[in-house]
């Protein structure tokens, strides 16, 4: 099956500093890959879509300047949370599309992060 | 507005069938997918519909009725590790997927 893979799984950071998260399709090209986030017990939030070469499309009320979302190749991309808060920890999950007619979403097994 | 409802939690016995059901209101309709959640963990993909009926894969079978936004998820034998939140989400007319909150799933020994 199609595997994405996530990059660091746990992140402790000060306030204030900025973290970057990356997300790879590691057999299968994912022009889409998507964002989201996860408070304790909650569901999870689309926080933005990112398509290879264009700018990621955000969610009402994500701000994207605090969010930077790259998606370089077709294999990768990546979540910068800059001057990041302690409001901002979370469990931060990319999901890639695989380009089929079922267009399934494959997770990556999400990041921790931590801001003191 | 589009909308998934499916129950919060549901407790079940080991060994025993559970049913999950996932009623849904969306713009366009472009397939229907389950995912598995153990707590501290991303999803994982368990199935997908696009037509009409059931379809089983090992202990787990979904079903879909278009006409009535009606789909559900059957867990046979069940197992202690099936203990999870089980997602449905649909594809809208955008290919963008609409998420369920999830059913907290408890099996008891």
């Known amino acids: 099956g199609a595997v994405v893979s996530q990059h660091p799984s746990w992140v402790i950071c000060k306030s204030g500093t900025s973290v970057k998260i990356e997300c790879r399709s590691l057999?299968?090209?994912?022009?889409?890959m998507f964002w989201y986030r996860q408070f304790p017990k909650q569901s999870l939030m689309l926080m933005a879509t990112s398509n290879e070469g264009s700018k990621a499309t955000y969610e009402q009320g994500v701000e994207k300047d605090k969010f930077l979302i790259n998606h370089a190749s077709l294999t990768l991309s990546t979540l910068t949370v800059t001057s990041a808060h302690p409001e901002d920890s979370s469990f931060y999950i990319c999901?890639?599309?695989?380009?089929?007619?079922?267009?399934?979403?494959?997770f990556g097994p999400g990041t921790r992060l931590l801001v003191l | 507005g589009q909308n998934i409802d499916q129950p919060t939690e549901m407790t079940a016995t080991e060994g025993a069938i559970v049913q999950i059901n996932c009623t849904y209101q969306?713009?366009?309709?472009?397939?229907l997918f389950w995912y598995q959640q153990h707590a501290g963990e991303a999803p994982t993909f368990l199935s997908y519909?696009?037509l009409d009926g059931l379809e089983e894969k090992g202990r787990f079978s979904s079903f879909l009725s278009r006409s009535k936004g009606y789909s559900y998820l059957l867990l046979k034998e069940l197992q202690m590790k099936d203990s999870a939140s089980y997602l449905c989400?649909?594809?809208?007319?955008?290919?963008?997927?609409?998420w369920g909150a999830g059913t907290k799933l408890i099996i008891k020994p």
């Open positions: 989400a649909v594809s809208d007319s955008n290919y963008q997927l609409i």
């Open positions: 999901s890639a599309r695989e380009a089929t007619p079922q267009e399934t979403q494959y």
């Open positions: 519909n696009v």
């Open positions: 057999d299968f090209q994912a022009t889409t």
């Open positions: 969306t713009s366009g309709f472009n397939g």
